[in-house]
């Protein structure tokens, strides 16, 4: 198993979630879809990858992509899971996190229900937040979600940790 498509499809697996929390697909985001499939595109050279590779850029290719298709996406996915086991289940969280924060930041803005999502994925995931950067994820969203709203000066600073998150 390659790891780098371990990790490309681990990441748009986290990609789609992230463009999915707020249950609305913008043309920002399917840019940011078709980005992933930009960059990762040298990996679709055979296997399974090559596979599912075609049938996501298939749906991306059509310039109108639905909530539906968004779903449609994730299916895709789940049935080529079992190609895609990582080695290092850890690694493949992260990749999962920047894949949701490339998802929330596409559309340009940074809402209470994605933030929300992003704290319950979080806590879903519970063992991950005894280590950084999920521990610094659930600990500046917790604040953040407690008077139950994402400010301007809030939204800027998760913006910025997403940012720096990607790009450190």
Excluded at 19 to 39: K, S
Excluded at 63 to 82: F, G, H
Excluded at 156 to 165: G, I, P, T, Y
């Amino acid at each position: 198993m390659n790891p780098k498509t371990t990790q490309a499809y681990n990441r748009l697996k986290g990609l789609l979630h992230g463009v999915f929390l707020d249950r609305r697909v913008n043309r920002n985001e399917i840019m940011e879809l078709r980005d992933w499939c930009y960059a990762n595109q040298e990996l679709a050279t055979d296997g399974p990858f090559k596979d599912f590779f075609h049938d996501i850029k298939a749906i991306l290719d059509t310039n109108v992509v639905t909530a539906e298709e968004i779903l449609d996406m994730n299916v895709i996915l789940t049935k080529y899971r079992k190609h895609f086991v990582p080695k290092d289940q850890a690694v493949a969280d992260i990749n999962f996190l920047r894949g949701i924060c490339y998802g929330i930041l596409a559309d340009g803005e940074i809402n209470k229900h994605e933030v929300y999502m992003l704290k319950t994925w979080l806590e879903e995931n519970a063992h991950l937040c005894m280590d950084a950067p999920y521990k610094d994820f659930y600990d500046i969203i917790s604040k953040v979600l407690e008077d139950g709203k994402v400010d301007y000066e809030e939204s800027k600073a998760l913006e910025k940790l997403f940012k720096d998150f990607l790009n450190p």
